[in-house]
């Protein structure tokens, strides 16, 4: 008579697949999850940029431009913006908001300060921060280190001043 199941043979090559298999699903997961990390992160930090890159070029558009110019305060290279301040009748005089565009080497970041009060960006993450003015032609000029599989890329920014 023959007996009703499986034998132990059988049991141990049905565990040993299912074993396998979820280990195969396990390393796709933890593969995705860290993908989308990394995508998380990048798309930080474009937005981080973006938004530099934006605010950068509305603050020059709205300043005076006879006013822009490139200092070396403290060993740092400073863009000096001035712009009108808000709610204010427009006047050429150079009075407004002083907005002042560096890069700190000790932070590896962005620093944009608005009536000396600091605010830092994209810390940790900026390398090789050029600016320079030539004639009535800006460039800001940067590389972005993303921290991910190597991947770095280069922003800039170049601004035609009205004089």
């Known amino acids: ?69 490139i200092i070396d305060e403290n060993s740092f290279e400073k863009l000096i913006i001035i712009v009108p301040k808000e709610n204010s009748t427009l006047d050429y005089s150079g009075n407004g908001n002083h907005i002042k565009i560096y890069f700190d080497s000790s932070t590896k970041s962005l620093i944009i300060e608005k009536d000396n009060i600091p605010n830092q960006i994209l810390s940790g993450y900026v390398e090789n921060f050029r600016i320079k003015i030539e004639g009535n032609f800006l460039s800001i000029n940067f590389d972005v280190d993303y921290k991910i599989r190597n991947y770095k890329r280069t922003y800039s920014l170049n601004y035609n001043i009205r004089k």
């Open 1 to 69: 008579m023959k007996e009703k199941g499986f034998t132990l043979i059988e049991i141990m090559v049905v565990s040993i697949i299912l074993l396998i298999l979820l280990g195969i699903g396990y390393d796709f997961l933890i593969r995705n999850t860290k993908l989308l990390t990394e995508e998380k992160q990048k798309a930080y930090i474009e937005s981080q940029v973006k938004s530099f890159l934006d605010f950068t070029t509305s603050s020059l558009q709205t300043s005076f431009q006879e006013e822009i110019k």
